[in-house]
């Protein structure tokens, strides 16, 4: 708990929201971490979940933007496992079809169902992104306004 109370305690007077992009399509990450800096958030990046884990800091990130058909964990698992270890942290899922039969809808159903905040499907708008990255913050900030006026 000591370490966990310690995140919480930095992330309240962090100025700038932390976005950590799990990406495996190195053009589609450096596209999507760019429009984020230019926009003023604080952006890490990872190819995988695996990497994500082991080299960020979780408790000191914001809102996660995961792909979901990344190699390795994968975005479902990951998802799930970031809601369990860090409730505070936003997710967002994005995805494209697996096949044919598969759709977009399909997978982000999936992750919606593993704990997602959001979900986009891809190919997204960069103001799409910016727009469901927004929302899920602002989501967060009013719960946690309302939380604190009922404590």
Not at 46 to 53: C, K, R, S, V
Not at 94 to 104: N, V
């Amino acid at each position: 708990h000591l370490l966990a109370d310690t995140n919480s305690y930095h992330r309240k007077r962090m100025k700038e929201h932390h976005v950590l992009v799990i990406e495996d399509d190195p053009e589609l990450r450096h596209m999507v971490c760019m429009v984020l800096k230019q926009v003023g958030y604080k952006v890490s990046y990872a190819a995988n979940m695996e990497d994500a884990f082991f080299d960020h800091n979780l408790g000191m990130v914001d809102v996660v933007l995961t792909s979901v058909l990344i190699p390795g964990m994968g975005g479902i698992e990951g998802t799930a496992q970031i809601r369990h270890d860090w409730p505070h942290v936003q997710v967002i899922c994005t995805s494209d079809d697996a096949d044919e039969k598969i759709t977009a809808v399909h997978v982000l159903g999936a992750a919606r169902m593993a704990g997602a905040h959001a979900t986009l499907a891809k190919p997204f708008t960069m103001p799409d992104l910016l727009k469901t990255v927004s929302s899920v913050i602002r989501a967060r900030n009013e719960a946690e306004e309302a939380a604190a006026l009922i404590a």
